[in-house]
């Protein structure tokens, strides 16, 4: 009997803040696995901020996204039927053929995850892409030394969360910005040292309260204001992660940059971006070390929930309302 | 019978550029070297872009200039009398007392220069400050290989074009901007592949046809709009090495940063400011490497000279006004 998938596609390219009449739901019927193809049914999906940039139509370090296509993104799923010798039907596996409730695809695109443990959506958050985002880049580009003041924008998601404890647990002080003082208030249960919320106040002058020192990291998830606060409270030699800078991504004009650029050069800092692919190195460690820590309950985490694949643009456009505390999830089967 | 000395005092701090009104002329009588002590009689003074920097009162990498006092800076000279062993009569020495025709200093804050094989005012340049700037950074934050695309701003400076001539002699292809047709002709009889005059047309159409391929490599002088133009234009994973920003630092109102700052993220940039010192490790392979390239001719230079002390800041001014080609100097004696 054929398997029918219901999935999210592309209808128009967002201007601005993408918005629900961006997307269209499809129902398609999938055909059955050919050789060393696999069926697989998703149980979770992820939704992530990096997505906007793949609908705009220009060059990047991935495709964009086609019109009239079902988006792609993380998901993990089960195993139902199996061409492929390595997998076997029960079998949890990691994708990037989210927004989609099942789909048939080659065994070799597929990351097969190690079974209990842990909740199958954390493959989707700490021990995901999230984590691994967080983790590879705060060592590798941040070099970080016990006794380093670190600052991370976006705190409260997936990424800055994971940031945050890792700064911890690697023996720095940390100063968390986010948008809410319930987002605050988990991190802060979460052993975060200060926290700053850039919807109070001046975010300068919280930050100098904060940091009376100065910065040795920023892990930068949202660039502008934040970013050129940044740059005015680093200590020499400061490691700038850039990880992304969502308050930028939706503008329709382009945003000037940060007004105190010649800091770089004063202060001599090191700024650098990056995607998580340029890691793959890492990745063993990453699953060792982070994965004890989980499993330690050294490393915790905040999810928001949205239920069934009709339901994915909604959780897509909470991530730029500040709608979501922790990693945003859809909850497909 | 005394050692008198004329000397450039800093009168007023320049608000926006500097101009002839902040300096005056002085002359002081030298005291007798004491134990460890050395007079020096300068030959050569330089004067660099960083020094605008120290003429603000705020807190950088070096104390800020006093009103009333001498500014500093490199200069080469001539021991006259000494008190210290490492010395004698006759040696070339390196030192920060530049802006002044002599001076008693200890010798311990002295650099004992080679003899002969190069001019003098070499230490002053391509084996000097501006020489090391350049060879240190293009390596140790440029990473060059062989086949990358450099590109250059301030390329007709001393730093610059020590840039441009190292990056050829690595095998790389060489764009350079500059502000003037005569000093683009230089730098191509210099092995320079594209030249771009900034103050013609349209600067990224004019990089982008230089470069259609992008770039790996930004070399930056100035900041402002050419960094804006390097971001646009860089390919993955593109080293910018900060060595200053010209255009902005007279600017008395915050200069915003580029409007494409989120290619940082997207490109994987790694952006990185310095100070020559921070690269001291590197001095014996310069002298070794740089001195061999002087001396075999592989490296040449310009100079601008002006003569006298009582010229010191007219010298400093056509920094400003790009009225110099390649090295501005200042010959004292």
Redesign the interface.
């Known amino acids: 009997m054929a398997t029918m998938s219901r999935e999210i596609r592309l209808k128009s390219r967002p201007v601005g803040l993408p918005e629900a009449a961006n997307f269209e739901l499809a129902t398609v019927e999938l055909p059955e696995p050919g050789d060393g193809e696999v069926l697989v049914r998703n149980s979770w999906m992820s939704v992530d901020p990096y997505m906007r ?1 793949r609908m705009y139509d220009r060059p ?2 991935v495709p964009p996204f086609q019109i009239g296509q079902a988006l792609q993104g993380g998901a993990v799923g089960t195993v139902v039927k199996s061409n492929d010798a390595r997998f076997k039907p029960g079998d949890l596996v990691e994708s990037m053929n989210g927004w989609r409730e099942a789909y048939v695809a080659a065994g070799a695109a597929l990351n097969k995850l190690p079974a209990g443990g842990v909740p199958p959506q954390a493959y989707l958050g700490v021990l995901g892409m999230p984590g691994m985002t967080a983790y590879t880049s705060f060592h590798r580009i941040g070099e970080p030394k016990a006794g380093d003041v670190v600052f991370v924008s976006g705190a409260a998601g997936a990424v800055g969360s994971a940031v945050c404890q890792i700064a911890k647990l690697r023996g720095c002080t940390v100063i968390a910005s986010a948008g809410g003082d319930d987002k605050l208030a988990w991190l802060k249960s979460v052993g975060v040292d200060h926290g700053v919320n850039y919807k109070k106040g001046n975010l300068l002058e919280n930050v100098r309260a904060a940091a009376p020192k100065g910065i040795d990291i920023y892990f930068d998830n949202v ?1 502008g204001e934040h ?1 050129e606060v940044a740059l005015e409270v680093a200590r ?1 030699f400061a490691r700038f992660i ?4 969502i308050s ?2 939706n503008n329709t004009e ?22 998580v692919s ?1 890691f793959m190195d890492m990745r063993e460690q990453f699953y060792a070390e982070m994965g004890g820590w989980v499993r330690d309950g050294k490393i915790k985490w905040e999810e928001t929930v949205e239920n069934g694949v009709e339901n994915a643009p909604r959780a897509f456009l909470k991530l730029f309302s500040g709608g979501n505390t922790g990693k945003m999830l859809v909850k497909l089967s």
């Open positions: 940039g990047s370090y660039g970013l020499p850039e990880c992304g800078m930028i991504y382009p945003t000037p940059g940060p007004r105190n650029m010649a800091y770089i050069v004063g202060k001599r800092i090191k700024m650098q971006g990056f995607i340029d």
